[in-house]
């Protein structure tokens, strides 16, 4: 047993040395994961799909060899606590034809200011979304308005305007699926992601 | 209403320009960090804007996060050379292309929308591979 470890300690030396590259595919925070593709070896093209979960590919040979992982050293376990968390998103919704906040959604707007407290370095996405009535490029159009409307409102009630980005996402993200020209207030929405 | 129409025309015109875009926010980073852009070099302070073809350094000591605007974060390790060579995307279709350098150092990933938008449209070279990024954790290291 100590000898095996003698020389993984060995190995990873020698790839240190050598100026060669790693791969290592980790599960997603989801619990799933995907994979990863070589497409090049020293300037070779290739194609060999790394896609077991927990495995190191030593990169630049003809081939891709993944070796189960086994234990991250303390800078990969720093390397990936270090990743900023993933972004978290909030539904607003607005009393029809106006930028009044629905009063289901007031609380939903504190709840954004502390998010956006919390973040270092954050950022906000204001994604517009309507339902499938009228067609597909004239909702492109009406939910970028929405949007822009809309970050005009958050910055009246103290969300930095600098933070902001509108977004038209149009109909293609329906929150419930409908046939085409079927209006629903639920699809009528603003997203507002907070990064 | 000729207000109206002009404010949203300064809007577009705001919203299309390349030149301006904002790519990517670092979030945090530690001891010797900085953005390299062109023969400018930025101390990487978290809310620092990145651009196409910043470049992303760092000492012994030093690390760095940032998210992207598709989503995908990233975290930098020490002793690293970065080069974020191209990224393009389309937040109405969430589509786009992303093309990463780890020149040296470490560099882990969690991909986002652009990875999702078509095969390959997220790419990673180290100095000896090219990667095709089909989803989402991983780590990229390339000692020096």
Request: net charge neutral.
């Amino acid at each position: 047993m100590s000898a095996r470890l003698g020389a993984a300690a060995g190995l990873g030396l020698l790839l240190a040395s050598c100026g060669g590259s790693s791969l290592m595919l980790l599960p997603d925070e989801a619990g799933g994961h995907g994979a990863v593709a070589v497409l090049e070896a020293n300037g070779k093209p290739m194609e060999a799909v790394v896609s077991e979960p927990d495995s190191r590919t030593k990169l630049g040979s003809a081939s891709a060899s993944p070796r189960p992982m086994g234990k991250m050293n303390a800078d990969e376990v720093a390397l990936l606590s270090g990743m900023p968390p993933p972004a978290r998103s909030y539904t607003l919704y607005f009393v029809e034809g106006t930028t009044e906040l629905a009063p289901e959604s007031r609380p939903v707007l504190d709840e954004i200011k502390e998010e956006i407290a919390r973040r270092p370095g954050v950022d906000v996405e204001v994604t517009g979304h309507t339902d499938t009535v009228g067609k597909a490029e004239d909702n492109d159009v009406l939910s970028q308005q929405r949007a822009e409307e809309i970050v005009g409102v958050l910055a009246t009630v103290g969300i930095d305007r600098s933070l902001m980005t509108a977004v038209g996402r149009g109909e293609r993200d329906l929150r419930v699926p409908t046939m085409d020209n079927v209006e629903n207030p639920l699809n009528r929405r603003v997203e507002i992601l907070v990064r | 209403m000729l207000g109206r129409i002009f404010a949203f025309a300064a809007v577009a015109s705001l919203a299309t320009s390349p030149a301006w875009a904002e790519i990517a926010r670092v979030k945090s980073s530690v001891g010797a960090a900085a953005i390299e852009r062109g023969t400018a070099r930025l101390p990487a302070a978290p809310g620092l804007q990145l651009n196409p073809g910043d470049r992303l350094v760092t000492g012994k000591d030093g690390r760095i996060s940032l998210s992207f605007i598709d989503n995908t974060r990233f975290s930098v390790g020490p002793n690293s050379r970065i080069l974020v060579n191209e990224f393009a995307y389309d937040r109405t279709r969430q589509q786009g292309t992303f093309l990463t350098q780890v020149d040296r150092g470490s560099l882990a990933i969690v991909s986002g929308h652009i990875a999702k938008s078509g095969r390959d449209a997220m790419k990673v070279r180290t100095p000896n591979s090219l990667l095709g990024v089909r989803g989402t954790r991983f780590i990229v290291e390339v000692s020096k």
